[in-house]
């Protein structure tokens, strides 16, 4: 049974930094997407980044609009860890933040649909005070 444990959420000030950890258990990542998603309290799960290696040191990556230039997303296949590195955090990137993995690579690409994800983790609070 893969499992996803998440870790590094937290409180922070406007224009801080967390990086948030997503450790990954009997999960192979090579062919298949990984990537995180937010929920706010009333809206709808978005996707925030992914991502899936391409050869031995390439990596596809995709970023929501919204948190481009200011997050990274990264993994090591060595650890088995997925990354999230938020700098710059606004209050309005206050959520609850999900690891995922399981989509199927489409075209090259990895779409942050959230049901082609098929594993999931319990999610990290991230908030942000302006």
């Known amino acids: 049974q893969v499992q996803l444990v998440e870790s590094g959420g937290g409180s922070v000030q406007a224009g801080g930094s967390l990086r948030l950890s997503c450790a990954a258990s009997r999960y192979t990542y090579s062919t298949y997407c990984m990537g995180w998603f937010r929920q706010a309290p009333g809206k709808e799960r978005e996707g925030v980044a992914s991502?899936?290696?391409?050869?031995?040191?390439?990596?596809?990556?995709y970023y929501v609009d919204s948190v481009k230039g200011r997050f990274t997303i990264s993994q090591d296949n060595a650890k088995n860890t997925l990354y999230l590195e938020m700098n710059s955090l606004k209050p309005e990137d206050t959520a609850m933040y999900y690891c995922?993995?399981?989509?199927?690579?489409?075209?090259?690409?990895?779409?942050?649909?959230?049901?082609?994800?098929?594993?999931w983790g319990q999610g990290t609070q991230v908030t942000v005070s302006s």
């Open positions: 991502i899936y290696r391409r050869g031995v040191s390439t990596y596809y990556v």
């Open positions: 995922a993995a399981g989509a199927m690579v489409v075209g090259g690409t990895c779409p942050l649909i959230a049901g082609s994800f098929g594993y």
